[in-house]
């Protein structure tokens, strides 16, 4: 599953589940923890499917929630060569 859209009414979130898999798409309802936030009942709801994003980004448009658009990584580059030992300012004596 790859699209995810977001939700903080937990009723929203699950008529989207619903919808999607009366649709014919898988869909999986997890509650998404925010960094921070300590309030448990302040957590949105995350629904993933394997919908086309249009379909989520519609369904969530009705539901008034936002489509997660987030993409994976891009490839990383290379560690750099850094110096094992600081670099010398002065001249020894």
Do not use: C, N
Request: net charge negative; glycine share 6%.
């Amino acid at each position: 599953m790859s699209a995810r859209g977001i939700f903080f009414s937990d009723d929203d979130a699950r008529a989207a589940v619903a919808r999607l898999r009366r649709d014919g798409y898988e869909a999986e309802l997890v509650r998404e923890r925010l960094a921070g936030e300590d309030d448990d009942e302040d957590h949105p709801w995350a629904v993933t499917t394997d919908a086309p994003d249009i379909v989520l980004e519609l369904l969530v448009d009705d539901l008034d929630g936002w489509f997660d658009d987030e993409q994976p990584a891009g490839p990383t580059l290379p560690p750099l060569d850094l110096p094992t030992a600081p670099k010398r300012v002065k001249r020894p004596h």
